[in-house]
Structure formats: C-alpha cells, structure tokens
C-alpha cells in the first residue's frame, strides 16, 4: 500500500507543487483564506471526497472525508500567511508588494502535504480494498484566530481516532515536546474627554488607565511561574496630546505550560484591570480573542512518522537548491544562527553551525520541553492522539515568520520538503489504518498522558469566530 501511495505522490509531484505555489501567491490572512481554502477543498473533492465547506462558522475552515467506518485517520493542513512579509523567491529581500502578506511560517506547504497524504492514502486504500476513513481537516487562521480551537468546541475531531499535520521547519523530526498555553484578549478603556491643559480636572484618561494596567502586569510577572510569557500591544492610546483620551485599548497574550497555570495568570489580569477602572476613573469591557490548550505530545505517533521517514530517505538537493540555499544563509548573521540552534537544544547542534540544510533524521529529543510558542494543535491534541512533525524546509540558522522563509516555502528546498512530508504522512496514515495494534498503542498512550484530565474548551459558546476583525485587517471593505 505504502509504494502505491508513494508512487501516485511522486507521479502528482509537479501538481503538487503548483498547488502549494499558488497558496504561496495568494498568501492570504487568517479566516480570510477564501481562494486558498477552495483550491483545497476543491482538488480533495475532484480525488472523491465529501467537503462540508464553512463548519465551525467560519467560511474558510472546511471538513474532507472518503471512505466509511473505523479507524478514521485525520490529516490537517493550514493555509494562512502572516502580514508584511511579502517576498520574491530570492536570496535578499525583496518584496512581490511592499507590506503586503507572505507565507513565513510555510502554511501553504503545510495545507499542500496534507492534501498530498489524504489523496495517497485514498488511492491505496481502494486499491487494496482496506476499511476505514480519510478525513482531511482545512484549518484556517493559526497564526492569529486558532480556528482549530473553535472547530475542536464545536465537536468536529469528537470521533477521529488519531490525526497527523506536517509543519515546515529546518529539521527533519517528530517532536514530542509541549507548548504554552494562551489566552488572547483586548481590553476595551472608556473615559471621559477634555482639555488637556485647560480643564484635565474635568477628563478620565482611558489612556491612563492602559498604562496603569500594564504598570500592574508588570509588577506581577516576579510571582508568576518562571516559563510564562505575557506581551502586549497598545493599539490605541488616544488621539493627541492636548485631548484627554476618552477611550484606548491594548491587547494581551498571556501564556505558561499549562492550561490550568493560564487560567490562574488571566483572572489576576482581569483583577488588575479592574483596579486600572479604580484608579483611572475609568470603565472598561474585556474581548475575548482566543484561548487554546499547551500540545500533548504522543510518542508512539512519533515513532510511527520518524520509522516512515526513515524508510523514505531525505531528499536529494539539485546543485540549483544548494545555491540558493547557501546565499539565502548569508543573510544571517553567524551570531545569529548560533543562538537559534542553541535554542533548538538538538543534540550535536554544534555540528551544524558550518552546515547550510540539516539532512539528518532525526529522534525526538524535547520530551518533557515546553517550547515558547502556542498553537492551536493543542486543542486537538487534547481530544484525539496527535502529532505534527517538521521537515527541513528552511535554512538552518532561520527563524520563523521571516522573509527567508518565504522565500524558502517558495523555492525547491521547500518543494523538496513538500513531498518528502507528504510521504512520511501517507505511511504513517497506512501503518496506523493496517495495524490496530499501533493505533492501540497511540491511543493507550494519550489516555496515559491526559492522567485522567478532561479537556474543557476555554472558548465560550458565545465567543465567534472574529470574522469582521479579519476582514479589517485584511483590508476588504463590507461590500466585497
């Protein structure tokens, strides 16, 4: 089943490739994704399966299933890009459109090497007769609205067995480390206007009471525990200085390991917000965003991906990647490059400082690390075994959300990574719908992980997705 499904990727490979190109050029924001989640969901259901299009109320997040009955095996792809980060496929920067979006953290690969798997696997499965069900999850908007986390509430992973995503990277694992939890929130300040010189007697600064605020949080972050992480941003502190400002806003992320830990950090932040009121004179109403869940992690999933790697080989380079791989590394600071692989803590990172593209495959070697960052991966992790791994698709030395990513997702070192994913996804999916016996594995073990928690979603029923703050930012007016 496994060369059946390889040989239709490698026969499709140019295909592919176009399809993630063309996300690549679209490069549009979350829950604004209308083109690139069509192109998706429409090649999955000319390859025979069933889209229910606009689920969890969102127009851009989409369900794919073929086939019937158990197991059912989900594969999930994203397709958002981030702001400002429009890129040429060059080695320098160069923007297609001067602050327009790019795609710097691979999304458009990411939604591509699911599509590829889903469309393998099906091919296989009819060809061998197997029982069992594909589904193919369109998550929008990763980057800024977690839509994963509303189509989790929402009960649309209730009944998948296990799910596999692929994420671009600069190395080729199946980590099995956590994440931070995070709640996202804007806090909304109402005051009083008046001159500022004449009459600031008669004026409540909602500005004042921002500030007051974030004075508060800042004291707060020596009591908190060492691993959590709030930021903010005022996004509107008035409009100038001789006008006492009647309204501001900031926004805020907190986050730490734990779900439970951001729970405790929020509901002080809302006590300090209140005491901004107290001293501000002021009123204010909080905006919940988004809130999603630390990864859980799943070794017996890794190990099926890392074996299905293994046996597919990493790619080989034209002499053309190489070039460009090697002068796109230029544009990173030596320094630079040593911090980011001491981040990455990988065993023999040293090794790698004079390397340009890690083709190693590598075992896990983050159990029990919580990474800094947050992704709506989480929440799925938290009701069905889980596991996004990474291939190397960048650079080593690269950050994320750069313009040398972009440039890389568009280019054949990120082409490479595409197909190489899309294999180690489609055997992975095969060995989990032909042998119960690692699907049971992979199941015991998220039951042991979860020790008995229950995953509650932090999103209220009555929070929506913000489909018109999405549409704002991304510039569309309410008559497109």
């Known amino acids: 089943m496994k060369e059946t499904a390889w040989?239709?990727?490698?026969?499709?490979?140019?295909?592919?490739?176009?399809?993630?190109?063309?996300?690549?050029?679209?490069?549009?924001?979350?829950?604004?994704?209308?083109?690139?989640?069509?192109?998706?969901?429409?090649?999955?259901?000319?390859?025979?399966?069933?889209?229910?299009?606009?689920?969890?109320?969102?127009?851009?997040?989409?369900?794919?299933?073929?086939?019937?009955?158990?197991?059912?095996?989900?594969?999930?792809?994203?397709?958002?890009?981030?702001?400002?980060?429009?890129?040429?496929?060059?080695?320098?920067?160069?923007?297609?459109?001067?602050?327009?979006?790019?795609?710097?953290?691979?999304?458009?690969?990411?939604?591509?090497?699911?599509?590829?798997?889903?469309?393998?696997?099906?091919?296989?499965?009819?060809?061998?007769?197997?029982?069992?069900?594909?589904?193919?999850?369109?998550?929008?908007?990763?980057?800024?609205?977690?839509?994963?986390?509303?189509?989790?509430?929402?009960?649309?992973?209730?009944?998948?067995?296990?799910?596999?995503?692929?994420?671009?990277?600069?190395?080729?694992?199946?980590?099995?480390?956590?994440?931070?939890?995070?709640?996202?929130?804007?806090?909304?300040?109402?005051?009083?206007?008046?001159?500022?010189?004449?009459?600031?007697?008669?004026?409540?600064?909602?500005?004042?009471?921002?500030?007051?605020?974030?004075?508060g949080i800042n004291f707060m972050r020596e009591h908190i525990v060492q691993e959590a992480r709030i930021h903010y941003v005022v996004e509107d502190g008035g409009m100038q200085p001789n006008v006492v400002p009647p309204y501001a806003r900031s926004w805020h992320y907190v986050r730490a390991p734990e779900r439970e830990q951001v729970d405790h950090i929020y509901e002080w932040v809302l006590k300090i917000a209140d005491g901004a009121d107290l001293m501000a004179r002021t009123t204010h109403k909080v905006e919940f965003i988004e809130g999603v869940y630390n990864v859980l992690p799943n070794k017996g999933l890794s190990d099926v991906v890392t074996a299905n790697m293994r046996e597919i080989g990493t790619p080989e380079y034209s002499k053309q990647d190489l070039k460009f791989a090697e002068e796109i590394s230029t544009t990173v600071p030596r320094e630079d490059k040593i911090e980011e692989l001491r981040l990455s803590k990988r065993p023999g990172w040293q090794g790698l400082i004079d390397e340009v593209i890690d083709t190693e495959i590598m075992d896990p070697w983050d159990e029990g690390i919580v990474w800094p960052g947050s992704t709506d991966v989480g929440d799925v992790s938290w009701v069905t075994p889980t596991m996004e791994f990474t291939t190397s698709t960048y650079v080593l030395g690269i950050g994320a959300h750069s313009w040398q990513v972009v440039a890389c997702s568009g280019a054949g070192i990120g082409h490479k990574s595409l197909l190489f994913a899309a294999k180690a996804m489609v055997g992975s999916v095969i060995d989990l719908i032909t042998e119960p016996e690692v699907l049971k594995k992979v199941q015991d073990e998220f039951v042991t992980r979860k020790a008995g928690r229950v995953y509650k979603s932090p999103v209220p029923k009555d929070i929506k997705p913000p489909l018109k703050i999405a549409r704002e930012q991304a510039g569309y007016k309410e008559s497109q």
């Open 7 to 215: 040989k239709w990727l490698s026969d499709n490979e140019s295909k592919l490739i176009e399809t993630s190109d063309k996300i690549w050029n679209l490069a549009e924001l979350g829950l604004v994704e209308y083109k690139s989640s069509e192109i998706l969901a429409k090649s999955l259901e000319e390859n025979g399966f069933k889209v229910r299009r606009g689920v969890a109320e969102m127009p851009t997040a989409f369900v794919a299933s073929w086939g019937s009955g158990k197991p059912i095996i989900g594969v999930q792809g994203e397709y958002d890009a981030l702001p400002g980060l429009s890129q040429k496929v060059t080695t320098h920067r160069e923007p297609i459109v001067q602050g327009a979006p790019g795609h710097g953290c691979g999304h458009n690969i990411h939604g591509v090497s699911a599509l590829g798997a889903a469309i393998a696997a099906k091919i296989a499965m009819e060809k061998n007769g197997s029982k069992g069900t594909i589904r193919f999850y369109g998550t929008p908007a990763e980057e800024t609205y977690s839509g994963k986390m509303f189509m989790v509430r929402d009960g649309l992973y209730d009944d998948v067995d296990a799910v596999l995503s692929h994420h671009p990277g600069s190395s080729n694992v199946a980590g099995i480390g956590s994440s931070l939890a995070i709640n996202s929130v804007k806090f909304h300040f109402h005051g009083v206007s008046s001159h500022a010189a004449y009459t600031p007697f008669l004026g409540k600064s909602a500005l004042d009471a921002v500030e007051l605020m974030n004075v």
